[in-house]
């Protein structure tokens, strides 16, 4: 039997800025992700800080929260097998300088914190992240 795995990802305010949007879209559909759910939205500061509040103690968190709170961002619900690492996959490494050709990264991203995508790094951070955007009744069946 399959196990499907889900998992959150965010495109973030400079990918958005670069009209990249559609084009990452597509690359979850042409990887077989299914979108559960999505929506454009902007955050503050704050709900910037609580989805990043494991990097708290980062000397980048200040930055980083700046950042994803300078614009409007696109969160997307994703699901297939093996879909955490799968988008890890497809995302690149943190820094586009050294992400492998063909990542979203490597296309969209232009330094290790403008590097145009989030993705859910684990279960647990997944369920957090998810439940941190998405109600359960927002997600398709
Ligand atoms: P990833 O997004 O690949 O899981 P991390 O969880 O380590 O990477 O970091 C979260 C985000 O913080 C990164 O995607 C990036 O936007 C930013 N970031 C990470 N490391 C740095 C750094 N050294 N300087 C500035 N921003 C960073
Ligand atoms: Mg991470």
Redesign the pocket.
């Known amino acids: 039997m399959k196990t499907l795995q889900r998992t959150l990802t965010i495109v973030k305010p400079d990918a958005v800025r670069k009209n990249a949007v559609g084009d990452i879209i597509e690359q979850f559909e042409k990887n077989s992700f299914r979108i559960l759910a999505m929506k454009m939205l902007e955050i503050n500061k704050h709900q910037a800080e609580q989805f990043?509040a494991v990097?708290a103690s980062r000397p980048?968190y200040h930055?980083?929260t700046e950042f994803m709170s300078s614009g409007p961002i696109v969160v997307l619900a994703l699901e297939k097998e093996n879909a955490i690492a799968d988008l890890r996959e497809l995302m690149g490494a943190?820094n586009p300088a050294g992400a492998k050709e063909g990542t979203i990264r490597k296309k969209w991203g232009s330094s290790?914190?403008h590097?145009a995508i989030?993705?859910s790094?684990a279960d647990d951070t997944a369920r957090f992240e998810l439940s941190y955007f998405f109600a359960g009744y927002e997600l398709a069946k």
Request: net charge negative.
């Open positions: 990043y990097h980048f930055s980083l943190t290790i914190e590097n989030h993705g790094d």
